[in-house]
């Protein structure tokens, strides 16, 4: 039954003709993919780069094939030839050892397929994974707020995961069942041509279910794989959070909205194999039902001696890989479908353009960098808030070596400023220029290398220490390490730890406390050594003493750099060059500590909350 959210829904679609239409159109697109096996081109193409193994693979694809259906060939000589000798022993075995020689071949060929075809599976996923990791990492922050990060990452998971199933296993199957299906109906025609017709006959009986099946199986897996994907993200997201579930007792509340989410996913899945099994069952009664009344039909050839014995033993093995052939088609065709639907949502992620991207020709900064910043009549609100302005018609000036601090309330637009001055989102209106030259008009890569950042909360990798602190510079040495994690008062922590700089942090940095992590990111944005910083709530994290050892440490680092700070502790941007005042978007004051006390604004009433200089 619908809650009210999803008749709210549904309410406000049928309410708004251009989402009702694009709803439709959404809808039709994608019954047009469940049609087709297209998406799979994509993990074809990948193949093709590697040819010799593409081709030793159908080689030895060809030879097994081959091989499986010449053993019937066999049977027929030794039936007809070795039996028919009478008691001679050596004819007998001449023909029997010809069998054992089509055995030996099949066997040595079914290793080769085995080895190609599971080493093209393994490169081709891990090539998709490597190329869909590279666009990732190529697209802006606006993309990964209209798309969970947690629901990509299953998707690089169990979608590459039925891939690799696919190329490795399924399309050897279905090319082997095709080969075995295509040559054995030739040897039957051979063999028995009258018999054969009435096996082609019922071929198109086949290929009907295949064909109505497999569309609602294809629109099925995707959804399968939808539900898995949201398994993997709600699991991601509990275990991260495990203190906060813990802490406010809802674990009965996450294993219930799991539950519901596991239960999702086996019904959607419950229903694709409802269809799968369908489907196998009339093509397995259609193929194996017509290939027994075609034996029905050969026996009485027997018996009246218009067929010889060696040919209806190879007609009936023949037929039995026919007809196996047909059956396996049948489920392999399900098994395509679903890689065909992990295939279509990869091939998204693939072709997903970056919202930032370098221009055609990127205009070079100025060298040596300066280090001034301005932004000019810029109005920004964020793609996935587009009612809400986060700046308005905002202007500021930074000089070269100007410290300036921006606070406000909440939801004021600090961080904003700092989004766009590292391009991660462009302006809907107005200019940012660095040293003079526009964002827009520079390589992405070249605006970041001359700003360093010191997030609000610490934000470490799953690596060690000196990973951690040379994410900042990858070529910095120990000595400019350590020297840079003393200025940060980094260096005692770090000292003690069991391995030193090699010692593994653990997941997002859970074996340090807070002000740990956070004077490690201290630490690696004095390693980066750019003309710009950008402090954001730097020493939130740390206690009375340390803040006031780094405090000293980021006064001096600033001496020489253009700094903007944001803080909500007052008390951190006393000695700022200039406070920015912003509330709602705009700049409300701007001025020193004390002409902005002095003036009874917005500031002066923050600072009284703070400081308890007068009655809140």
């Given at each position: 039954?619908?809650?009210?959210?999803?008749?709210d829904?549904?309410?406000?679609?049928?309410?708004?003709?251009?989402?009702?239409?694009?709803?439709?159109?959404?809808?039709?697109?994608?019954?047009?993919?469940?049609?087709?096996?297209?998406?799979?081109?994509?993990?074809?193409?990948?193949?093709?780069?590697?040819?010799?193994?593409?081709?030793?693979?159908?080689?030895?694809?060809?030879?097994?094939?081959?091989?499986?259906?010449?053993?019937?060939?066999?049977?027929?000589?030794?039936?007809?030839?070795?039996?028919?000798?009478?008691?001679?022993?050596?004819?007998?075995?001449?023909?029997?050892?010809?069998?054992?020689?089509?055995?030996?071949?099949?066997?040595?060929?079914?290793?080769?397929?085995?080895?190609?075809?599971?080493?093209?599976?393994?490169r081709?996923?891990?090539d998709?994974?490597?190329?869909?990791?590279?666009?990732?990492?190529?697209?802006?922050?606006?993309?990964?707020?209209?798309?969970?990060?947690?629901?990509?990452?299953?998707?690089?998971?169990?979608?590459?995961a039925?891939?690799?199933?696919?190329?490795?296993?399924?399309?050897?199957v279905?090319?082997?069942?095709l080969?075995?299906?295509?040559?054995?109906?030739?040897y039957?025609?051979?063999?028995?041509?009258?018999?054969?017709i009435?096996?082609?006959l019922?071929?198109?009986?086949?290929?009907?279910?295949?064909?109505?099946?497999?569309?609602?199986?294809?629109?099925?897996?995707?959804?399968?794989?939808?539900?898995?994907?949201?398994?993997?993200?709600?699991?991601?997201?509990?275990?991260?959070?495990?203190?906060?579930?813990?802490?406010?007792?809802?674990?009965?509340?996450?294993?219930?909205?799991?539950?519901?989410?596991?239960?999702?996913?086996?019904?959607?899945?419950?229903?694709?194999?409802?269809?799968?099994?369908?489907?196998?069952?009339?093509?397995?009664?259609?193929?194996?039902?017509?290939?027994?009344?075609?034996?029905?039909?050969?026996?009485?050839?027997?018996?009246?001696?218009?067929?010889?014995?060696?040919?209806i033993?190879?007609?009936?093995?023949?037929?039995?890989?026919?007809?196996?052939a047909?059956?396996?088609?049948?489920?392999?065709?399900?098994?395509?479908?679903?890689?065909?639907?992990?295939?279509?949502?990869?091939?998204?992620?693939?072709?997903?353009?970056?919202?930032?991207?370098?221009?055609?020709?990127?205009?070079?900064?100025?060298?040596?960098?300066?280090?001034?910043?301005?932004?000019?009549?810029?109005?920004?609100?964020?793609?996935?808030?587009?009612?809400v302005?986060?700046?308005?018609?905002?202007?500021?000036?930074?000089?070269?070596?100007?410290?300036?601090?921006?606070?406000?309330?909440?939801?004021?637009g600090?961080?904003?400023?700092?989004?766009?001055?590292?391009?991660?989102?462009?302006?809907?209106?107005?200019?940012?220029?660095?040293?003079?030259i526009?964002?827009?008009?520079a390589?992405?890569?070249?605006?970041?290398?001359?700003?360093?950042?010191?997030?609000?909360?610490?934000?470490?990798?799953s690596?060690?220490?000196?990973?951690?602190?040379?994410?900042?510079?990858?070529?910095?040495?120990?000595?400019?390490?350590?020297?840079?994690?003393?200025?940060?008062?980094?260096?005692?922590?770090?000292?003690?730890?069991?391995?030193?700089?090699?010692?593994?942090l653990?997941?997002?940095?859970?074996?340090?406390?807070g002000?740990?992590?956070?004077r490690?990111?201290?630490?690696?944005?004095?390693?980066?050594?750019?003309?710009?910083?950008?402090?954001?709530e730097?020493?939130?994290?740390?206690?009375?003493?340390?803040?006031?050892?780094?405090?000293?440490?980021?006064e001096?680092?600033?001496a020489?750099?253009?700094?903007?700070?944001?803080?909500?502790?007052?008390?951190?941007?006393?000695?700022?060059?200039?406070?920015?005042?912003?509330?709602?978007?705009?700049?409300?004051?701007?001025?020193?500590?004390?002409?902005?006390?002095?003036?009874?604004?917005?500031?002066?009433?923050?600072?009284?909350?703070?400081?308890?200089t007068?009655?809140?």
């Open positions: 039954m619908d809650g009210p959210d999803n008749a829904s549904r309410a406000a679609k049928a309410a708004d003709p251009a989402n009702a239409a694009s709803e439709r159109d959404a809808e039709a697109a994608a019954s047009r993919k469940a049609r087709s096996l297209r998406p799979l081109l994509m993990v074809w193409r990948t193949a093709l780069r590697y040819p010799g193994h593409l081709v030793a693979a159908l080689a030895a694809l060809l030879v097994t094939a081959s091989a499986t259906l010449a053993i019937p060939a066999g049977f027929k000589l030794v039936i007809d030839r070795g039996f028919a000798s009478g008691s001679d022993p050596e004819e007998i075995a001449r023909w029997f050892r010809y069998l054992l020689l089509i055995v030996a071949v099949l066997a040595v060929g079914t290793a080769f397929r085995f080895f190609f075809v599971s080493w093209l599976g393994e081709v996923v891990a998709v994974r490597l190329a869909v990791q590279r666009n990732l990492l190529r697209l802006a922050p606006a993309f990964y707020e209209e798309n969970s990060p947690k629901e990509i990452a299953s998707r690089m998971t169990s979608d590459t039925l891939i690799e199933q696919v190329v490795g296993t399924t399309v050897s279905a090319l082997r069942n080969l075995m299906g295509i040559g054995g109906i030739a039957l025609f051979v063999l028995a041509p009258q018999l054969t009435g096996l082609v019922v071929i198109p009986l086949v290929v009907i279910p295949l064909v109505v099946f497999g569309r609602k199986v294809r629109t099925i897996s995707r959804d399968s794989q939808d539900r898995v994907a949201d398994i993997g993200a709600m699991v991601t997201e509990v275990l991260s959070a495990m203190k906060i579930v813990q802490g406010f007792n809802q674990e009965p509340r996450e294993a219930e909205r799991f539950g519901a989410a596991v239960e999702r996913s086996f019904q959607t899945a419950r229903r694709r194999i409802m269809i799968r099994s369908v489907m196998t069952a009339a093509v397995i009664f259609l193929v194996f039902g017509a290939i027994t009344l075609l034996m029905w039909r050969g026996a009485v050839g027997v018996s009246t001696g218009s067929i010889s014995g060696g040919t033993a190879a007609f009936v093995i023949t037929g039995g890989l026919v007809a196996g047909f059956g396996a088609l049948a489920e392999v065709y399900g098994d395509l479908l679903r890689g065909a639907g992990a295939a279509s949502r990869l091939s998204e992620l693939l072709e997903e353009a970056p919202a930032i991207a370098p221009p055609a020709r990127p205009q070079p900064l100025p060298s040596p960098p300066r280090g001034s910043l301005s932004f000019r009549n810029v109005s920004f609100r964020y793609p996935t808030r587009p009612e302005a986060a700046l308005r018609d905002f202007t500021l000036e930074v000089e070269p070596g100007e410290t300036v601090a921006i606070v406000g309330p909440s939801g004021a600090k961080s904003t400023i700092f989004q766009l001055a590292e391009r991660f989102y462009d302006p809907q209106a107005g200019t940012i220029r660095l040293d003079g526009p964002l827009t008009s390589d992405p890569a070249d605006i970041r290398a001359r700003i360093a950042l010191v997030p609000q909360d610490g934000v470490l990798f690596a060690n220490a000196r990973d951690n602190l040379r994410y900042g510079n990858w070529d910095a040495t120990d000595d400019a390490i350590w020297d840079a994690a003393r200025i940060a008062n980094a260096a005692d922590f770090l000292a003690a730890l069991p391995q030193g700089l090699d010692t593994f653990g997941e997002n940095g859970a074996r340090l406390s002000g740990q992590q956070q490690l990111a201290i630490a690696r944005a004095l390693l980066r050594d750019t003309p710009i910083l950008l402090l954001d730097a020493t939130s994290a740390l206690d009375a003493e340390s803040e006031r050892l780094v405090q000293d440490a980021l001096r680092l600033m020489d750099r253009t700094t903007l700070v944001i803080a909500h502790r007052l008390a951190t941007v006393r000695a700022a060059d200039r406070i920015v005042v912003m509330d709602g978007g705009r700049i409300v004051e701007q001025g020193t500590h004390a002409t902005l006390t002095r003036a009874g604004g917005l500031y002066a009433r923050l600072a009284r909350l703070q400081f308890g007068e009655p809140a």
